[in-house]
């Protein structure tokens, strides 16, 4: 029996179609986990911003964004324990926003500490969001 010696296009065609074989495997990939987009534009963002700044990758970059994820990493554990027991409220943000905005008014217009603050800005969203279950 004869072996047939591959020609070049015939190895051209089947790393074409080996290569849309994977590619396509990715694309489905992709399709079935839309969120990979996301993830893969972060890192390339990372990767990107790592090399065009020498401030990135540094200590107090990570720690003021941490310090500015906080709160809505607190927000968000909130709103998850809201969400799994069924009760849906909408008005977080904005009882959030006055709370704060509270504290932040006790503390320059009365000059009080910021403990006192922070503990009438608690009652003052405790009683607001009390009201909007009501």
Same mark, same amino acid.
């Given at each position: 029996m004869l072996e047939q010696t591959p020609t070049a @296009?015939? /190895?051209?065609?089947d +790393? +074409? &179609? &080996? !290569?849309? =074989?994977?590619g396509s495997a990715i694309a489905d990939f992709l399709a079935r986990n839309p969120v990979m987009f996301s993830l893969i534009g972060l890192v390339a963002l990372c #990767? *990107? !911003?790592? *090399?065009?700044? &020498? @401030? %990135? !990758?540094? @200590?107090?970059? %990570?720690?003021? /964004? *941490?310090?500015?994820?906080? /709160?809505?990493a607190i927000i968000a554990v909130g709103m998850t324990i809201v #969400?799994?027991?069924a009760g849906v409220d909408l008005?977080?943000?904005?009882v959030m926003a006055l709370s704060m &905005? #509270? =504290? =932040?008014?006790v503390m320059v217009k009365l000059n009080l500490p910021p403990s006192v =603050? /922070?503990?009438l800005a608690l009652l003052a969203g405790g009683l607001f969001a009390h009201s909007t279950v009501l």
């Open positions: @296009e015939s /190895i051209k065609s +790393a +074409a &179609t &080996t !290569l849309k =074989a994977k #990767i *990107f !911003l790592s *090399f065009s700044s &020498t @401030e %990135f !990758l540094t @200590e107090n970059n %990570f720690r003021n /964004i *941490f310090r500015q994820v906080s /709160i809505n #969400i799994l027991t008005s977080v943000g904005s &905005t #509270i =504290a =932040a008014g =603050a /922070i503990v």
